[in-house]
C-alpha cells in the first residue's frame, strides 16, 4: 500500500477483517494493532484519548488511525478480529403457494446444414411457434449463449429453455430467460443480506424445494458494524458505495460458487435471484444512495420492487438472469422485513399477531382487524455483544445460557469451547437471573450479597460487576463479567423493543393482553431464551404459548418469493397497506420508553 495508507484500509485490502464498529472514525477503540518490526506515524490524539495508558505503552495502535509510513509487520490479537458467527439458515422450507416466474419448456431444433442455412435464432424461434410459444421475447444475452449451446446439444438438437412469465403489466407476456442442455436442472438464488450475516439458498425452482443453504458473514463489516457507520463510510470515500457494493458481490458470488459446488451445479443453472435486506442493504447492493438514509426524516431512494438484470451489479448467474427485490416499507423498515412477514405466512391473519426480528435495527408489524401497522426501533448492537465489556457475537467460546444456583453459576458456552466472552442470549439470562435472584433491582443497580459480586473502577466511577466465568476458567486468561454499564446498555436495547411493541398496541388500541400470537424471529430471536426475554421486561408477560420462535424467516420470505409470483404481489400489497409508525415522533413514544427502562 502507499505511504500514508491506514493501516484498517490496508488490512481491507488484504482482505483481513478487523473489527471497526465506528467505521474508523476512532471512537470505539476496536480495532486495536500493534507493530512488531518497523514503524508506523505517530500516536494521533484521538489514538492518545481512546486507548488505554497501559495499551499505549505497550505499542498497541488503532489500525484505523495508524498510517504506514515504510515497511511494517503487524500483529494482530485475536480480540480485534471479526470471528466466524453462528449464522441462522435455517426457517420454513418450500411455500406452499407455488406459481413460478419461470418455467422450463424442452424442445428440439433444426439441425443447421447447408440445406436449412437459417439463423441460430431463426431456427429457435420456429421451434417455439411449433410448441405454441410464437411471441417470446428473446434477450440479446441470451442469444449470445444460443449458438455454442445449440452445437453442444447436436446430433439431436434437444435444447431446454427457461420461459420467464412477466407480470408487471395488465397482460402477460413471456421472456427467453435461458437456454441450456437438454435435461439440465435450474435453480434460483435467494439471499437474505443482513447487516451482520448472509444467508443463501439454492432453490429447485421446478418443485420449490431447497437443495443447498450456506450462510457467511458480510463483508461490509469491516467498514463500519452498523448501517450508521457504513454510511458514513461512503459519505466520506469517493467511491465508497461501489467498495461496498463489491465486497458484498464478490462474498455473495463466492457463496453461489460454494452452493454450485455443494449439488454439482454450474452458474449458468442459476436463472433468477430474489435479494432481501434491511433498507441500507437493499440500497448498496442495488447501487443506489444511502447519503438521505443517514439524516432526518430518514427516507429510503426506492420503495417499489425492483427487478433487474443481475449482471448489472456483478452477479454470476445465467446471462438472461434477473433479481427480484421486495420493496422497502420505510428507511428503517426493508424488503427484509416484508420477506420476514411471508417467510412467517402472514398472510391478512385472523388473529391478533405481532412479529418481530431483533436487530440493531428490530422491526416490529402488528396485525389486528384486518389491519397492519410496523415500526422499527434503534435497539443498538448490544445483543450482538458490542459495548458489553466481555461482549462477543454468537461464535464458538460465546457463553449462551447461564444459571445462577446459589453461589454457583452455571454457564454453557457455543460448541462447549472455553469461555471467551458472552454474546446475546448469554446477556439476556445473565440479567434475568442477576434480577430473579434479587441481584439487581428494578433500576439496573447491582446489589446483594454474591461471591461473584465486587466493586470494581470504571469509566465514571466505581461500579459493581459480577463474574460469570474467573480467569482460571476461561480461554482468555482473565474474568467474564458484566457491570452495571453493561446492564444499563441492555435496559436501553430491551426497552425500545419493548417501546416498539407497546407503540404499536396503543396505535391499534389494545394492550398485550390482547395478542394471540407473539413471532420472534432472526438468529439472536432463535437463540434467546423467552422465559428471560419475559423476565426482563423485553417482551410482555403473556401466556408462553403464544410465542413461537421462527428462526431465519427472511430468509424463508426469499425463497418463497422465488418461486411464487402470488407471494410476490403479495409483498407489494404489504407495501402498500401497511400504516408505519415512525417511533421519533410518536406522541406516546417518550412516555413508553422511560416506562419500559425499568426491569418488571
Ligand atoms: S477505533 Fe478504529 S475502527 Fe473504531
Known sequence: VPVGTNLLDAARQAGVELVAICGGEGICGECMIRPTAGSLSAPTLTEKAELAANDLAAGFRLACQAQVVGDVRIEIPPTSLTTPQRLQTEGQDAPDDFDPPLFVLD??????????????ESRLRSALAKNRHPRITIERKVLAILPAILRQSAPDYRLRLVIRRNTETEHETKSLAAVLPANTKIYGLAVDVGTTKLAAYLVDLENGTTAARAGAMNPQISYGEDVISRIAYTNSHPDGAKTLQ?????????????????IDAGQPQIVEAVIVGNTCMH????????AQLGTAPYVAAVSDALLFPASDVGLKLSAGALVYMPPNIAGYVGADHIAMLIGARLKNPSQTTIALDIGTNTEISLFHNNLHWSCSCASGPAFEGAHIT????????????????????????????????????????????????????HRGVLKGQHPNLFLQKEKGGPHSAFILASADKTAIGRDIKVTRLDINEIQLAKAAIRTGVETLLSEAKITAEDIDTFLVAGAFGTYLDLDSAIRIGMFPDIGREKYEQIGNAAGSGARAMLVSLKQRQFAEQISLSVNYVELATNPAFHKLYIGSLAFP
Open 246 to 262: 463489491n465486497s458484498l458481490v464478490n462474498s455473495l458470488n463466492n457463496l453461489l460458487d460454494e452452493l454450485c459446488t455443494e
Open 390 to 441: 466481555d461482549g462477543m457475537r454468537a461464535a464458538a467460546g460465546a457463553i449462551e445460557r447461564l444459571q445462577i444456583h446459589g453461589t454457583e453459576v452455571q454457564i454453557k458456552t457455543i460448541s462447549e469451547q472455553p469461555a471467551t466472552g458472552i454474546c446475546g442470549s448469554g446477556i439476556l439470562d445473565t440479567i434475568a437471573e442477576l434480577r430473579r435472584h434479587g441481584l439487581i433491582d
Open 107 to 120: 424442445l428440439q431444433v433444426d439441425p443447421p446444414g447447408l440445406d436449412d442455412l437459417r439463423s441460430d
Open 283 to 290: 440500497h448498496l447492493f442495488a447501487g443506489l444512495p444511502v
